[in-house]
């Protein structure tokens, strides 16, 4: 009966949760506590803790991991990361860690995610249709989550802000220091570069300024044709990649080097393409 009960058993060690945003470290979060032997659970967890939360209990019950991080189900709508508040009233001991990164990197990134899905849902949900104003809609969420979450916190003692920007290990370890040993294997997954006041810069792993505009352009490009037919049918009759870019230039689309157009006029056929074909579907549907 001992062995049936154990993995459901709770131990009272305090937890550690990371809260901020999805694409602000989470995986190297996880990496860095793995590495250390403790126990991570991500986006897997996301529906049990909704479930316990729901059922006003213990919001870890059932579940025996140490880190619990990328706390979210975008399908489902369901962001376990926006509720720290439920989570700090049920379990006050919890170690709470804000992930954050400078913003336009972390919209470059976002819109990335999942090819550009996750940004679809997003919109499909919020009802926006164009890219700028969801870029609009996830800054100013972005500046008002992060105030609010520090200003519940800054008289708890319970909140470490983990910046990808300019990397502490060493706060982080001593955040978590008398419950949790990450010295042990203090290597953050990062590539990291040393600063003269003992913090950590991942500069070198990020990707540099001239490629976060041209692939944000990419992606209003990419919904500007979505949301007109012909245009799609129009790029998806061209052979000549360079001139898939020169018409998004014609049409006010930055994409800037003829390096990266190249590499990505492949990908805007393709899209255009998939768009065409969903619309003859749709209008057959509709005859």
């Given at each position: 009966?001992?062995?049936?009960?154990?993995?459901?058993?709770?131990?009272?060690?305090?937890?550690?949760?990371?809260?901020?945003?999805?694409?602000?470290?989470?995986?190297?979060?996880?990496?860095?506590?793995?590495?250390?032997?403790?126990?991570?659970?991500?986006?897997?967890?996301?529906?049990?803790?909704?479930?316990?939360?729901?059922?006003?209990?213990?919001?870890?019950?059932?579940?025996?991991?140490?880190?619990?991080?990328?706390?979210?189900?975008?399908?489902?709508?369901?962001?376990?990361?926006?509720?720290?508040?439920?989570?700090?009233d049920?379990?006050?001991?919890?170690?709470?860690?804000?992930?954050?990164?400078?913003?336009?990197?972390?919209?470059?990134?976002?819109?990335?995610?999942?090819?550009?899905?996750?940004?679809?849902?997003?919109?499909?949900?919020?009802?926006?249709?164009?890219v700028?104003?969801?870029?609009?809609?996830?800054?100013?969420?972005?500046?008002?989550?992060h105030?609010?979450?520090?200003?519940?916190f800054?008289?708890?003692?319970?909140?470490?802000v983990?910046?990808?920007?300019?990397?502490?290990?060493?706060?982080?370890?001593?955040?978590?220091?008398?419950?949790?040993?990450?010295?042990?294997?203090?290597?953050?997954?990062?590539?990291?570069v040393?600063?003269?006041?003992?913090?950590?810069?991942?500069?070198?792993?990020?990707?540099?300024?001239?490629?976060?505009?041209?692939?944000?352009?990419?992606?209003?490009?990419?919904?500007?044709?979505?949301?007109?037919?012909?245009?799609?049918?129009?790029?998806?009759?061209i052979?000549?990649?360079?001139?898939?870019?020169?018409?998004?230039?014609?049409?006010?689309?930055?994409i800037?080097?003829?390096?990266?157009?190249?590499?990505?006029?492949?990908?805007?056929?393709?899209?255009?393409?998939?768009?065409?074909?969903?619309?003859?579907?749709?209008n057959?549907i509709?005859?």
């Amino acid at each position: 009966m001992k062995s049936f009960l154990r993995p459901f058993q709770q131990s009272r060690k305090p937890k550690v949760v990371q809260i901020g945003f999805n694409k602000t470290g989470t995986t190297s979060l996880a990496h860095f506590f793995r590495q250390n032997n403790y126990k991570t659970k991500g986006v897997e967890a996301s529906l049990l803790i909704f479930k316990n939360l729901q059922a006003d209990s213990d919001p870890f019950f059932g579940m025996n991991a140490d880190l619990y991080q990328d706390l979210e189900n975008h399908n489902l709508g369901i962001y376990i990361w926006r509720r720290y508040r439920e989570l700090y009233d049920r379990r006050p001991d919890t170690y709470f860690i804000l992930t954050t990164r400078e913003v336009d990197g972390w919209i470059n990134s976002r819109l990335r995610h999942n090819s550009g899905r996750y940004a679809e849902i997003e919109m499909r949900r919020r009802g926006i249709r164009d890219v700028d104003e969801l870029v609009k809609t996830w800054k100013d969420d972005f500046a008002a989550y992060h105030y609010e979450a520090q200003e519940f916190f800054k008289d708890k003692g319970k909140l470490y802000v983990h910046s990808l920007d300019q990397l502490d290990v060493p706060g982080l370890i001593n955040f978590v220091s008398d419950d949790y040993d990450l010295s042990r294997n203090p290597n953050y997954p990062w590539k990291r570069v040393l600063l003269a006041d003992g913090r950590y810069d991942v500069a070198v792993k990020q990707r540099s300024k001239s490629m976060e505009k041209p692939d944000f352009e990419i992606q209003r490009f990419i919904q500007h044709i979505r949301h007109n037919p012909e245009l799609a049918g129009q790029i998806a009759s061209i052979d000549d990649d360079e001139k898939i870019i020169q018409l998004a230039h014609s049409l006010g689309f930055n994409i800037s080097t003829i390096d990266l157009a190249m590499k990505v006029s492949g990908r805007i056929k393709l899209k255009a393409r998939r768009i065409l074909r969903n619309q003859i579907i749709l209008n057959n549907i509709r005859i």
